[in-house]
T-cell receptor, first 111, second 113 residues
Framework: GQQVMQIPQYQHVQEGEDFTTYCNSS?????IQWYKQRPGGHPVFLIQ?????EVKKQKRLTFQFGEAKKNSSLHITATQTTDVGTYFC???????????FGGGTRVLVKP | DSGVTQTPKHLITATGQRVTLRCSPR?????VYWYQQSLDQGLQFLIQ???????AKGNILERFSAQQFPDLHSELNLSSLELGDSALYFC????????????FGPGTRLLVL
């Protein structure tokens, strides 16, 4: 079955630094979504990417969908304590297919 | 507020017992998903219902069952509970069959003693 892997599992970042987390699928995806779960909270939708090579930005967050539509990345610049949480990617093989979530990257920010 | 509601928020019970978790999806959403999240773990997909019918099944134990009612709310039944069933159970909803944005409820935290 479809597998979605995220690396790293944990990311310790110094406040103010940049980092990137990666998402890789075993199959080609029709779309990829990113979610953020704050500590003690529930996953919240951040963004969806659909086109090959697509890049979208949300303030300090940059999301990219790979050319082959099998991988994605999330880059955060100038990390802040508000970025703490777990970031999940989730992909779907086709419209109407369920989303498969990756294992998440847990981000801890050192002030 | 995602528009998805879950009750109860917290549940403490004993091994061997049975509990029912309830979820009301966002207005207009036809799909409901159930996930299990153990401490500091990822989201384990359990099951999806679409418009009252089972649509997809994940790693759901035989002791667990779910259903979606005509008003589209869903219930997850957990029976013969074990210590390892202690976890956060999330319900999510989406507009259609799948692949689109999922909106998560606040979760039910289950503690089995």
């Amino acid at each position: 079955g479809q597998q979605v892997m995220q690396i790293p599992q944990y990311q310790h970042v110094q406040e103010g630094e940049d980092f990137t987390t990666y998402c890789n699928s075993s199959t080609t995806l029709s779309n990829i979504q990113w979610y953020k779960q704050r500590p003690g909270g529930h996953p919240v939708f951040l963004i969806q990417l659909v086109k090959s090579g697509e890049v979208k930005k949300q303030k300090r967050l940059t999301f990219q969908f790979g050319e082959a539509k099998k991988n994605s990345s999330l880059h955060i610049t100038a990390t802040q304590t508000t970025d703490v949480g777990t970031y999940f990617c989730a992909g779907s093989k086709a419209a109407g297919n369920k989303l498969t979530f990756g294992g998440g990257t847990r981000v801890l920010v050192k002030p | 507020d995602s528009g998805v509601t879950q009750t109860p928020k917290h549940l403490i019970t004993a091994t061997g017992q049975r509990v029912t978790l309830r979820c009301s999806p966002r207005s207009g959403d036809l799909s409901v998903y159930w996930y299990q999240q153990s401490l500091d773990q990822g989201l384990q997909f359990l099951i999806q219902y679409y418009n009252g019918e089972e649509r997809a099944k994940g790693n759901i134990l035989e002791r667990f069952s779910a259903q979606q009612f005509p008003d589209l709310h869903s219930e997850l039944n957990l029976s013969s509970l074990e210590l390892g069933d202690s976890a956060l159970y999330f319900c999510a909803s989406s507009a259609r069959l799948g692949g689109e944005t999922q909106y998560f409820g606040p979760g039910t935290r289950l503690l089995v003693l």
